[in-house]
């Protein structure tokens, strides 16, 4: 399986940096010229794009210069664009969501960052931008769409991305001083399970366009490379020069690990006052609301009292939506956060014909398609069973046996 993993742990990430890292990674600037060709299309602005060598500290990486981005854009604007944009570029449905839900994280944190008050909205009642309210912001996000896109990013491919330095000190915005992050940086990170860390240097080395683009690609955040043989690298230069090699890397390979892996977060609370009808009522608003997993647990709680531990797996960007429903559920005062990494397989529902019969399949396979795990639905074995009148066991097993032969070993 194809991998990809992003390093930001020295010098962050910001969209310019992830421009040039990809088209660095790609050796061809064509696809943002496609870009600006679009957005000249669509707005009317006259706009240049070019690319050129450039040496961080010794390192050879890409920076990328454009020219005529300032123009003004409001928040629904940049919506409008972006949807307009994607859809002349022909990009995939993928990459067509991915700039779409960039773009919705960074209006939604702006909005939450400066408020609703009525001198902060536009005429629409979207909130007004500020150092994001630019063609610029559309560049960043439309290139990084297109350019993953050309490379592979959103095909069968897992993205990792290491923990992400964010800067120190303080910035100069359009409302002064700030500290380092960003207020809207830290809206975003709120939100999503990325891992930040502060320094090396003084100054803002992730920007809210770079940690919108992380949060809506990557899928697990590891600090070490993944198990894998490397193919290509991509350096992308920032504009500031610093102490430090001022350079995003993304490499390019093959994961070698036999598993998948993914980032989950896992809730947990205890009990001791529930009836069994409440617990089960609440595993199941849970369920509902989009968990992977829950579980109850017994124990032993304060005071030698019988308890349960109410144990939720879910994706983390789902985390404080099922915290907020636990605690409503089941009157909890605190629920413990925990984010890890868990080894999955590759799963999907298949459709056989067994005696006129369709019966739905789920198969699991490793990084390398062997078949880990058939199991049949079910409620299609129940109604074959039943239709021939033979034991459930004996249809299911005959199911998941013509299973495997159909779709591998």
Known sequence: MKCFYIDASLAGVAGDMMLGALVDLAGDIEPLNKVCKTLEEITGARVKISAKKVHRKGILATKIIAEGFEVKVESEDLIKITKEASKMLSISKKAENFAESVIQTLLEAEKKVHGKEEENQN????????????????????????????????????????????????????????????????????KSS????????????????????LANLVETQSKNVPSMTVERIGHGAGSKKYPIANVLRI???????????ETITVLETNVDDLS????????????????????????????????QVVQVICRPKDAENLTETLMKETGTLGVRQTICTRNICKREILEIDYEGEKVR????????????????EYEDCQ???????????????????????????
């Open 123 to 190: 005429y629409h009642g979207h909130p007004h931008l500020h150092e994001l309210g630019t063609l610029d912001t559309c560049l960043d996000v439309l290139g990084t769409a297109v350019l993953c896109d050309e490379i592979g990013f959103f095909k069968d491919s897992s993205v990792f991305c290491s923990l992400i330095a964010v800067g120190s000190g303080y910035f100069e915005s359009s409302h002064g001083k700030l500290p380092v992050p960003a207020p809207t940086t830290l809206e975003i990170l709120t």
């Open 194 to 213: 990325l891992e930040i860390i502060g320094g090396p240097v003084e100054g803002e080395l992730t920007t809210p366009t770079g940690i919108a683009i």
């Open 251 to 261: 490499i390019e390979g093959e994961k070698t690990q036999k598993l998948l892996q």
């Open 276 to 307: 069994g009808e409440i617990l089960a009522y609440a595993a199941k608003q849970v369920m509902n609301q989009g968990a992977l997993d829950v579980i109850i647990i017994p124990a032993v709680g304060k005071k030698s009292r019988p308890s």
């Open 361 to 376: 399949v789920k198969l699991s396979r490793n990084n390398e398609d062997k078949i880990i795990q058939v199991k049949a």
């Open 383 to 409: 109604k074959i069973a039943e239709k021939l009148q033979l034991p459930l066991r004996v249809i299911k097993e005959n199911v998941e046996e013509k299973a495997r032969k159909t779709f591998g070993s």
